[in-house]
């Protein structure tokens, strides 16, 4: 039986994580990727120029979305303090660069983003809220709009003494019906799914902690 892992303590762990600059099994301190920077590149010119950074974490992401020229909302449930002085001397990006305190799943949506990013975030979220947040994302797109999101499937994680845990309220999505879920939600656009395989080793055991199916979802506004 599955031991249940509340969503503070798991909010509480992140905020630490972030406050002290610790690194983690997650590679939370971590550049972006060349997948990212790729569909960054790749980003049509009529996308309208602001960006919504979903679980922005350390904030490489909603950096580098600024640096590329977008006005960025940087949403997280964690205080706001670590990205604050991050950005602080770095001038035209600080200005660029809104990030908020908030739940993701409270967060709403109710403008068109040219570039959405949702990072290793939305698996936290009860199903019914990733698929509202999604739906409402497509629903305000109005243009030339890209989204880019990785999401953990097929979550298996254990304790340091081998029992199994799971995540109070998380989406426990399968691959397959988060496939489902995303062609359905983006009818009409342009989808590329990636798969690959993933897992993190405790640092005080070096067993693995953490393993999973990661979905990498590039889709682009077809009716633009």
């Not at 974490?57 to 949403?75: C, D, E, K, M």
């Not at 497509?138 to 709009?145: D, H, K, L, P």
Request: charged share 25%; with cysteine; net charge negative.
């Amino acid at each position: 039986m599955n031991q249940l892992v509340s969503k503070a303590s798991v909010h509480a762990f992140y905020t630490e994580a972030i406050r002290s600059g610790r690194d983690t099994a997650e590679n939370l301190q971590a550049s972006t990727s060349e997948r990212f920077n790729a569909f960054l590149e790749s980003v049509r010119e009529g996308a309208p120029r602001t960006a919504l950074d979903l679980g922005y974490g350390a904030g490489a992401y909603a950096i580098a979305l600024a640096r590329a020229g977008f006005r960025v909302l940087a949403v997280d449930q964690i205080p706001c303090d670590a990205l604050l002085r991050r950005i602080g001397g770095a001038g035209v990006l600080a200005d660029r660069i809104e990030p908020r305190e908030c739940l993701v799943e409270e967060l709403v949506i109710d403008e068109d983003f040219g570039v959405i990013v949702a990072k290793d975030v939305l698996h936290y979220l009860a199903r019914r809220d990733v698929e509202s947040f999604l739906t409402s994302a497509v629903t305000y797109a109005r243009g030339a709009n890209h989204h880019y999101l990785e999401v953990f499937t097929g979550i298996t994680r254990t304790s340091t003494d081998g029992r199994p845990l799971r995540v109070e309220g998380e989406a426990d999505y399968s691959p397959g019906n988060f496939r489902r879920a995303i062609e359905r939600i983006y009818d009409g656009w342009d989808i590329t799914l990636l798969w690959s395989e993933h897992s993190e080793q405790d640092i005080r055991t070096g067993r693995n902690c953490f393993q999973a199916t990661r979905a990498t979802v590039i889709a682009a506004n077809r009716a633009a």
